[in-house]
């Protein structure tokens, strides 16, 4: 089944930018999605960007909108994420995350669409 590795957390101050990446094996969708979520102690794990892997559709929450930005390589096989202009509050653990390969219910940012996870990468914002 799917495997998801993510990489590429670290600490950085505020204003910042670190860029993570997520290796996705064993995964072909036919009406999937794929994302980026993050989830901080004591929160619900939230999603911060994510598309439809059919058509590349994809969205991001108001929060992150304009710093954040999920991209794919060409041979699908790894996904990234670009972080911009770093907050305090952007810190969590961040996690990659694969939907049935036939369905994204819930659309693309919504934890309920997805199925499986990577272990997650920590990312620390300082101000």
């Known amino acids: 089944w799917v495997q998801l590795r993510e990489s590429g957390g670290g600490s950085v101050q505020a204003g910042g930018s670190l860029k993570l990446s997520c290796i996705v094996s064993?995964?072909?969708?036919?009406?999937?999605?794929l994302g980026w979520f993050r989830q901080a102690p004591g929160k619900e794990r939230e999603g911060v960007g994510g598309?439809?892997?059919?058509?590349?559709?994809?969205g991001y929450p108001d929060s992150v909108r304009g710093r954040f930005t999920y991209s794919r390589e060409t041979d699908k096989t790894t996904l990234y994420l670009q972080m911009n202009n770093l907050k305090p509050e952007d810190s969590a653990v961040y996690y990659c995350?694969?939907?049935?390969?036939?369905?994204?219910?819930?659309?693309?940012?919504?934890?309920?669409?997805?199925?499986?996870w990577g272990q997650g990468t920590q990312v620390t914002v300082f101000s």
């Open positions: 598309f439809y892997t059919r058509t590349g559709h994809g």
């Open positions: 064993d995964y072909h969708p036919t009406d999937g999605c």
């Open positions: 995350g694969a939907t049935p390969a036939d369905k994204c219910l819930w659309g693309p940012i919504d934890r309920r669409s997805y199925s499986d």
